[in-house]
T-cell receptor, first 113, second 109 residues
């Protein structure tokens, strides 16, 4: 059974702080990794993708991947109240989209002003 | 506007009725997916399609039927709705990265 694990939270951080969200996955053959943000009552929105070991930065977001440890994380710098949402980690075991994604259950982030 | 749309956005139906949820994308993505999202279970894949006339089961396909006669459409049919199928249904499309539609909230009474 392929699994993606996330701490459900809630993770509470003050405005301006760094929020760190973590995800582990069970299938060592996993090849691509995604972070989605989901606001309450809305659909998941893709915010980051990462395919190779190391860091990938996009604005205030940094995704980190360590395939040896089967670990992927998302850092949000200068957290804003608008970042309050559930963050879903998703893993694809194949390089193409055909096999779909395995999702974690999500971590709820709350940023207080 | 280009994108992925779902209809209806909200639906209430009775047990035993047939219900079809529609999904339409204008990106010409090859792949399309149906997920359901339930509290405590997260997102679970129901069916997916790699191209027109090619579909395959996901994690929770029982009670659902799909078809894909055109690349842009991927309807999901509940043949005889049950209360356990009350959920939020998301359609997604991809050539590589998946993008989600706005969802359909379905209640089976």
């Amino acid at each position: 059974q392929k699994e993606v694990e996330q701490n459900s939270g809630p993770l509470s951080v003050p405005e301006g702080a760094i929020a760190s969200l973590n995800c582990t996955y069970s299938d060592r053959g996993s090849q691509s990794f995604f972070w989605y943000r989901q606001y309450s009552g809305k659909s998941p929105e893709l915010i980051m993708s990462i395919y190779s070991n190391g860091d990938k930065e996009d604005g205030r977001f940094t995704a980190q991947l360590n395939k040896a440890s089967q670990y992927v994380s998302l850092l949000i710098r200068d957290s804003q109240p608008s970042d309050s949402a559930t963050y879903l980690c998703a893993v694809n075991i194949m390089p193409q989209a055909g096999t779909a994604l395995i999702f974690g259950k999500g971590t709820t982030l709350s940023v207080s002003s | 506007d280009a994108g992925i749309t779902q209809s209806p956005r909200y639906k209430i139906t009775e047990t035993g009725r047939q219900v079809t949820l529609m999904c339409h994308q204008t990106w010409s993505h090859s792949y399309m997916f149906w997920y359901r999202q339930d509290l405590g279970h997260g997102l679970r894949l129901i069916y997916y399609s790699a191209a027109a006339d090619i579909t395959d089961k996901g994690e929770v396909p029982d009670g659902y039927v799909v078809s894909r006669s055109k690349t842009e459409n991927f309807p999901l049919t509940l043949e005889s709705a049950t209360r356990s199928q009350t959920s939020v249904y998301f359609c997604a499309s991809a050539n590589y990265e998946q993008y989600f539609g706005p969802g359909t909230r379905l209640t089976v009474t």
